[in-house]
């Protein structure tokens, strides 16, 4: 029990008479006996907290960045009313900084024998799975002087999905695609794409475009026009791995890579090409297989959710083993990872061969913008050391994206915002050359 209605109880002695503050006992129990009884009578008329029922209803994922309401109804199966201070607790990422007491406190009066719903509105800063906490509720009297007070565990999650900021591409990437799958005038031909149609000769064309037995059997020249090759295998690897947690700006670079990620696969599918997901650093994280064009996003953003990265060193042979189990025929590997000299020199560039000897590999990873500043900083001592060292920096990621192509690999190395982008341009250039 807590004493809450102090004012009230202020305002009860003051209105007594002068001479019952004498002190003697028949003056203290003057005081205290009618107050006793009105503090009992208070405390009685409290509805029990233990006797309400609680359930939750409402959204049960949300993309980072926006809301989620999720409704708790209570139940008052007592016969005297509920005047409540609620808290709805929930994890403190759940909220922006300093918004969880008033998103998470209500004032709320259920009459006996009804219920009353109350709606706490979440707007999580992390992704991830957010858990509700207890709910503890405050019961007071009619006259505030005592209240009952207890807890209740309901249970209820919110999924907090990656946000697919890079959406905003995906028309024009679109838009690129049509034009190489033949739905506009350009046309493509080169190694792996397939045959469309033919059409006449125009000057320009390529002469070995030319259908012979096609030509002989009209009037004009025919010659063949070609289009991007279909159902492709792609297989997506996010390395969830110790270089994945670092920060560029406010996020760390998996968050970036995940947004690729999503670009990517949201192309490839309407290219219509099978798109496939591995997370891995010691062990898989997730996996996504033979999903359809309509669930493929669902189901990547679900599996992306709950990634975090962890830190430990990739193993890069065990990746290597398992991408090759996942893709066993000629694939499209995107592998989201880190240019850091050491983990490609000492972990992906002695099994790389595994790789690049079966299936076409596009390494993307996120280049970090305040290296690119720092190697243009001067005007003191401390800016041109900066400066120095973002150049070695800068130095060191190219020597190790030349040993890569040297090995066959396509590298995309952007900064966050152009990542996505970036990595789809260049799935769309593979494309165009048939070497896919």
């Not at 949300?62 to 005047?83: F, I, Y």
């Not at 000629?330 to 000299?341: K, M, N, Q, Y």
Request: hydrophobic fraction near 40%.
């Amino acid at each position: 029990m807590a004493l809450t209605g102090r004012a009230a109880l202020l305002a009860a002695l003051g209105s007594l008479p002068v001479g019952i503050w004498e002190p003697s006992w028949t003056g203290i129990l003057a005081v205290n006996a009618p107050l006793a009884v009105a503090c009992a009578c208070d405390f009685a008329l409290a509805a029990p907290v233990r006797r309400l029922g609680l359930t939750r209803s409402g959204d049960t994922s949300a993309r980072l960045g926006e809301t989620a309401d999720v409704t708790l109804t209570v139940t008052n199966p007592s016969g005297r009313p509920l005047r409540a201070h609620i808290r709805d607790a929930w994890p403190p990422s759940s909220w922006q900084p300093g918004t969880e007491v008033a998103a998470s406190r209500h004032h709320l009066t259920v009459p006996a024998g009804e219920r009353r719903r109350l709606t706490t509105r979440l707007r999580p800063t992390r992704r991830g799975d957010r858990q509700a906490d207890r709910v503890t509720i405050r019961s007071y009297g009619p006259l505030g002087l005592f209240s009952r007070q207890g807890s209740h565990k309901v249970s209820w999650t919110v999924r907090v999905l990656p946000p697919f900021t890079s959406r905003k591409h995906l028309p024009s990437k679109l838009a690129r695609l049509r034009e190489l799958d033949g739905r506009t005038s350009v046309l493509t031909r080169g190694e792996g794409t397939e045959f469309d149609s033919l059409r006449e000769y125009v000057p320009g064309d390529d002469t070995r475009s030319i259908d012979w037995r096609a030509t002989a059997r009209q009037t004009s020249v025919a010659v063949r026009t070609w289009r991007p090759e279909r159902d492709r295998h792609i297989l997506v690897v996010l390395d969830t791995g110790r270089t994945s947690a670092g920060r560029v700006g406010d996020a760390p670079r998996l968050d970036a890579s995940m947004d690729a990620a999503l670009l990517l696969a949201a192309l490839a599918s309407r290219a219509g090409d099978r798109v496939d997901l591995l997370a891995y650093d010691r062990k898989v994280r997730a996996l996504v297989q033979g999903r359809t064009a309509n669930d493929l996003l669902p189901s990547l953003v679900n599996a992306m959710a709950p990634l975090e990265p962890e830190l430990v060193e990739t193993n890069a042979r065990g990746l290597t083993a398992t991408a090759l189990r996942t893709a066993p025929r000629r694939s499209l590997i995107v592998l989201l990872t880190s240019l850091d000299a050491a983990p490609i020199e000492e972990g992906l560039l002695p099994v790389l061969p595994q790789l690049t000897q079966r299936h076409t590999v596009l390494l993307a990873s996120v280049a970090d913008p305040h290296i690119a500043r720092m190697a243009t900083a001067r005007g003191n001592t401390d800016a041109i050391y900066e400066a120095a060292a973002a150049a070695q920096a800068q130095t060191e990621r190219h020597r190790t994206a030349e040993q890569l192509r040297r090995h066959g690999v396509t590298i995309v190395d952007a900064t966050p915002d152009d990542l996505a982008p970036a990595l789809a341009d260049a799935y769309l250039a593979l494309k165009a050359a048939g070497r896919l």
